[in-house]
């Protein structure tokens, strides 16, 4: 099916802020603050999304990053910001991609939630770019198409690392390790030395490793994109 593009995309938002007990998480500003700047720098409008709706939680900011310190500086994403939508009230066919962001909180309520489900499917089925960064690829994990199948069985895919997840000393904290996860739903993950960039495009799914991933995303989601 072919898409009218709207020059729209849509970064998800995890809401969920505890990481197991052991600290406060939430979405990766970086995560989010790069694929912006790559975004809007190519044309396309950026909007947010959250599971909860709201200003979702925010982890691994540091605005001794210009590129970080200009998104948390822009007016209009500011405002976005404090008032994501709920996946719920979003409507696929206003965006040609969905971008979803990691941090340790997407572990908990991206792999249960319908409504984020349903937009990424909807999106992905007509044509738009389903993408996702470091524990992003948690929302893969609820993603079935209309035949029933893992939207992710047979693609190669990138995700954050069991051995990164070591290397943090989370693998033992979080309700599921993301690669094992991903495998077992039949994808071929794929991955590089730990917290190396690495970032692979697989028709209209491209994935991310790692934060340091997250620029090269969104570059591989407008390359998608205009292919």
Known sequence: M????TRRIL???TSHDDLGG???TGYYLPEVAHPWKVFTAAGYTVDLASVAGGEP???GADLNDPV????TEDVEMAAKTLATPRFADVQAADYDAILFAGGH???WDFPNDPDLARVAVEIYSAGGVLAAVCHGP???VGLYGVDGRPVVEGKQVAAFTNAEEAAVGLADVVPFLLQSRLESLGATHTGAPNFEPHTITDGHLVTGQNPASAKDVAAAVLAVLNG
């Open 105 to 107: 909180g997407t572990m």
């Open 2 to 5: 072919q898409r009218t593009a």
């Open 11 to 13: 970064i998800g938002l």
């Open 22 to 24: 052991v600290r406060k």
């Open 138 to 140: 948690a929302a893969l």
């Open 57 to 59: 939680p925010v982890d």
């Open 68 to 71: 970080q310190r200009e998104y």
